[in-house]
């Protein structure tokens, strides 16, 4: 598994925790930073899932904004927590990182749904999100 993929999978452990859990995003964060400091088999993906998180957490309001858009159907308090997370990994990535390709972006996001979601989730994020993709401005 690769650096990147370990950091999304602790930044959707984060989004997911909080969601959940119903605690902030902050608590969340340090709760996994001290597990980062005391694991340093954690702290390689740390910085990166660090980044992931912050991101969202900086553009949430465009970010939620765009899964409501695109999501026909869908509401966000509808979708399982876990597809929420998801998707806001995948569109901070396709919209705010230039560093990882969209198609990257979108089929880490699927290949998590297939293995944590139910069986309809990876071809919603996948839809939903190369609909983002073909949309981003650039694109």
């Known amino acids: 598994m690769s650096a990147r993929t370990k950091a999304r999978k602790r930044a959707l452990d984060i989004l997911y925790s909080a969601d959940m859990r119903q605690i902030s ?6 709760a996994e930073a001290a597990r980062a400091v005391s694991e340093p088999a ?3 993906s740390w910085l990166y899932a660090r ?28 979708m399982p927590a876990i597809d929420r997370a998801l998707l806001r ?10 560093d ?16 944590l979601s139910t069986d309809d989730s990876a ?3 996948n ?5 983002i993709s073909q949309v981003k401005p650039g694109a």
């Open 89 to 98: 990994i995948g569109i901070w990535e396709i919209m705010y990182n230039d």
């Open 51 to 78: 980044e992931i998180v912050d991101g969202i957490v900086d553009n949430k309001a465009d970010i939620d904004e765009m899964i409501e858009t695109y999501a026909v159907g869908w509401t966000l308090a509808r």
């Open 127 to 131: 839809g939903l999100l190369a609909k």
């Open 123 to 125: 071809g919603f994020i």
């Open 42 to 44: 954690r702290a390689a």
């Open 25 to 30: 995003i902050d608590d969340a964060i340090a």
């Open 100 to 115: 990882v390709p969209d198609a990257v972006a979108i089929s880490e996001a699927v290949e998590a749904a297939t293995v």
